[in-house]
């Protein structure tokens, strides 16, 4: 009888990474954060008023109110 012998294959090295199952990542999105937070200028002026009120209506702070209701609206910290 003849015998036969099978050729071992060799096997592929893993590694953990190529295992491991792959996170999917998410969306990327172009919007602007202008788009993202869309303020209109009403807003920003009752929100202003409301500083000058809070500060017992005291004049000649009127642009740092507006850029403080901008910014707090618009979610910067500045």
Do not use: C, N
């Not at 990474?17 to 009403?42: C, F, G, L, N, Y």
């Amino acid at each position: 009888m003849t015998e036969t012998t099978k050729k071992a294959t060799p096997r592929k090295k893993t590694s953990a990474s190529a295992s491991a199952p792959k996170a999917i990542a998410p969306k990327k999105t172009a919007k602007s954060a202008q788009e993202i937070h869309s303020v209109s200028r009403e807003e920003i002026a009752a929100l202003a008023h409301r500083f000058w009120a809070d500060r017992g209506y005291q004049h000649g702070h009127d642009a740092e109110d507006w850029l403080r209701a901008e910014q707090t609206l618009l979610g910067k910290a500045s």
